[in-house]
């Protein structure tokens, strides 16, 4: 007799601690774990990507990324095909640079 209470008292503790588990602690786990992440959609997504020049007259023109064309602009002339990376997005307005910088310098 005392061995099946002995059972079920085992098979009870060890439902409520699983319950407390799955519906307590993993939560509050995940809660913690996805607050750290930093949100990688809308604009802070475009920042370091890579765009392809398509138009560009002195220090502005129009980029290609993500199926879009974009308008830029650049402290440095660029040229069509060249590839630039957005370091900054004002507006609708991609602020680039050119991915070998050093060659373009003055």
């Known amino acids: ?10 098979l009870v503790i060890g439902f409520f601690l699983f319950e407390v ?17 930093k949100s990688i959609t809308g604009i802070d997504s475009l920042l370091g990507e890579v765009v392809e020049v398509r138009q560009w007259k002195e220090t502005e023109g129009q ?5 879009e064309l974009w308008r830029a602009v650049s402290e440095v002339p660029l040229m069509k095909g060249e590839k630039a990376i957005i370091q900054n997005v004002e507006g ?10 050093s060659v373009h310098q003055k």
Do not use: D, S
Request: hydrophobic share 55%.
């Open 1 to 10: 007799m005392m061995e099946i209470r002995n059972i079920i008292l085992i």
């Open 92 to 101: 609708l307005t991609l602020k680039v640079k050119p991915v070998g910088e």
């Open 63 to 67: 980029v290609f990324i993500k199926g």
């Open 21 to 37: 588990i799955e519906h307590i602690v993993i939560p509050i786990v995940f809660y913690f774990l996805k607050r750290k992440k």
